[in-house]
């Protein structure tokens, strides 16, 4: 294991421009990092190395995490598992069938109430009056499974988010072991769980040991889950499940603030950190690294955009 990412201030480049009539009128920064199947870089922009918040990429660490420790669910729950959804009903149903696997109940959830990510699915709710509820939050399905996992263990369930209970500590090692790091700091996450820094290229090298994991093991039952089950992992509008569906093979997470992973079945992988925390410059750089990764220009040509440009640095 490497020794714990430094904090601070990351080193971030200029990654995107948003162009106006052929102008450039506004300047994302970040970082972007893609690595071999040997963790070692093949691309870097800007500052891999400063500890960063992985936020919501750090679903598929946490999923492989309760795999170890036993836990078995049919692969769409597994994938909804990793998930950051969109609240349509496939995700609602999903999460209420793992929360009946487990023997829990919505209320034992430890994520906050709310309406669905999704755009239309929130207007929609909106619409019709119902009121915000712990099942729509994004991030049910892993505390779901976080549940689950708890109770399988005996483990106490009312304290399941604290980051000194046996499940926390379990996700902790485990985000060490995939990425070769040690954990920079411990926040809490918008839905409450443990959050723990990692640098991205700790963060690219975890996503690429998920995804070149050999079949059977528990990383590798998590990438298969993924690969089967796109649309749990996000949602039918959402460009992280249409990246998995154009791209054989590929696994991937967005998360907020920006942050992405994604990684081939060979273990070359990337991960990306817009510093503004922006999402509109997310996609066309996770664009422009999977070229970099050696994905096939000619499915990636649907996602690409002519009022956002990536700058010199990012181009093969």
């Given at each position: 294991?490497?020794?714990?990412?430094?904090?601070?201030?990351?080193?971030?480049?200029?990654?995107v421009?948003?162009?106006?009539?052929?102008?450039?009128?506004?300047?994302?920064?970040?970082?972007?990092?893609?690595?071999a199947?040997?963790?070692?870089?093949?691309?870097?922009?800007?500052?891999?190395?400063t500890?960063?918040?992985?936020?919501?990429?750090?679903?598929?660490m946490?999923?492989?995490?309760?795999?170890?420790?036993?836990?078995?669910?049919?692969?769409?729950?597994?994938?909804?598992?990793?998930?950051?959804?969109?609240?349509?009903?496939?995700?609602?149903?999903?999460?209420?069938?793992?929360?009946?696997?487990?023997?829990?109940?919505?209320?034992?959830?430890?994520?906050?109430?709310?309406?669905?990510?999704?755009?239309?699915?929130?207007?929609?709710w909106?619409?019709?009056?119902?009121?915000?509820?712990?099942?729509?939050?994004?991030?049910?399905?892993k505390?779901a499974?976080?549940l689950?996992?708890?109770?399988?263990?005996?483990?106490?369930?009312?304290?399941?988010?604290?980051?000194?209970?046996?499940?926390?500590?379990e996700?902790?090692?485990?985000?060490?072991?995939?990425?070769?790091?040690?954990?920079?700091?411990?926040?809490?996450d918008?839905?409450?769980?443990?959050?723990?820094?990692?640098?991205l290229?700790?963060l690219?090298?975890?996503?690429?040991?998920?995804?070149?994991?050999?079949?059977?093991?528990?990383?590798?039952?998590?990438?298969?889950?993924?690969?089967?089950?796109?649309?749990?992992?996000?949602g039918?509008?959402?460009?992280?499940t249409a990246?998995?569906s154009?791209?054989?093979?590929?696994i991937?997470?967005?998360?907020?603030?920006?942050?992405?992973i994604?990684?081939l079945?060979?273990?070359?992988?990337?991960?990306?950190?817009?510093?503004?925390?922006?999402?509109?410059?997310?996609?066309?750089?996770?664009?422009?690294?999977?070229?970099?990764?050696?994905?096939?220009?000619?499915?990636?040509?649907?996602?690409?955009?002519?009022?956002?440009?990536?700058?010199?640095v990012?181009?093969?």
């Amino acid at each position: 294991m490497t020794q714990t990412p430094p904090v601070g201030v990351p080193a971030h480049v200029p990654l995107v421009h948003v162009l106006r009539d052929g102008l450039v009128e506004s300047v994302h920064h970040g970082t972007v990092v893609v690595v071999a199947p040997d963790g070692s870089i093949l691309f870097q922009a800007g500052d891999a190395e400063t500890a960063c918040y992985p936020r919501s990429a750090a679903k598929p660490m946490q999923a492989v995490a309760m795999v170890r420790l036993g836990l078995s669910l049919p692969p769409d729950l597994l994938a909804l598992t990793t998930s950051s959804h969109s609240g349509e009903e496939v995700h609602l149903a999903g999460a209420r069938r793992l929360l009946e696997l487990g023997g829990s109940t919505e209320a034992e959830l430890g994520n906050p109430a709310d309406l669905p990510y999704d755009p239309v699915e929130r207007e929609a709710w909106i619409a019709a009056g119902r009121p915000a509820r712990k099942l729509a939050h994004n991030c049910s399905g892993k505390h779901a499974s976080m549940l689950h996992t708890a109770r399988r263990h005996g483990w106490s369930t009312s304290d399941y988010l604290d980051p000194g209970h046996p499940l926390q500590r379990e996700i902790a090692a485990t985000v060490e072991d995939l990425t070769g790091q040690r954990i920079a700091n411990v926040a809490i996450d918008g839905c409450g769980a443990p959050l723990f820094a990692v640098s991205l290229r700790g963060l690219a090298t975890a996503a690429g040991r998920i995804a070149s994991a050999p079949t059977g093991s528990p990383e590798g039952v998590v990438a298969q889950a993924i690969r089967a089950h796109p649309e749990m992992v996000a949602g039918s509008r959402r460009d992280t499940t249409a990246l998995m569906s154009a791209v054989p093979g590929l696994i991937a997470k967005d998360g907020f603030e920006a942050v992405q992973i994604a990684a081939l079945p060979d273990g070359t992988a990337i991960a990306l950190k817009i510093a503004d925390g922006s999402d509109r410059a997310r996609l066309p750089t996770t664009i422009a690294a999977l070229e970099l990764a050696g994905v096939d220009a000619t499915l990636l040509a649907r996602f690409t955009s002519d009022d956002l440009n990536v700058a010199d640095v990012l181009k093969s």
